[in-house]
């Protein structure tokens, strides 16, 4: 049985920084393509940052370019985001995705999620 558990959101102000982690069991962390995904209240979910099993990253969203950065230890079976310069609309659940296909999107195996709110 896979687990995918997110942990490390929380409230910050703009400006501020974050990271969230992702933990991983039942599957071979480090044979599968990982990502990050955010759903704003209101709004579709929509790709963050994906992160291929040999390290290639794929940027889903030009407003994160710059700001957040995604990163893996396998031998942690760990996943994380570490997310700059927060701003406002920013804000949303994050949602962690393993086995996904980068360049669709499709994902197997999603977290509950982990709320991230910056304040203004």
């Known amino acids: 049985q896979v687990q995918v558990v997110e942990s490390g959101g929380g409230l910050v102000q703009a400006g501020g920084s974050l990271r969230l982690s992702c933990t991983v069991s039942?599957?071979?962390?480090?044979?599968?393509?990982m990502g990050w995904f955010r759903q704003a209240p209101g709004k579709e979910r929509e790709g963050v940052l994906c992160i291929k099993w040999s390290g290639l990253i794929t940027s889903y969203s030009d407003s994160v370019k710059g700001r957040f950065t995604i990163s893996r230890d396998n031998a942690k079976n760990t996943l994380y985001l570490q997310m700059n310069s927060l701003k406002v609309e920013d804000t949303a659940m994050y949602y962690c995705?393993?086995?996904?296909?980068?360049?669709?999107?499709?994902?197997?195996?999603w977290g509950q999620g982990t709320q991230v709110t910056v304040s203004s």
């Open positions: 995705a393993a086995g996904l296909d980068c360049r669709s999107g499709a994902t197997p195996y």
């Open positions: 039942g599957l071979t962390f480090a044979d599968v393509n």
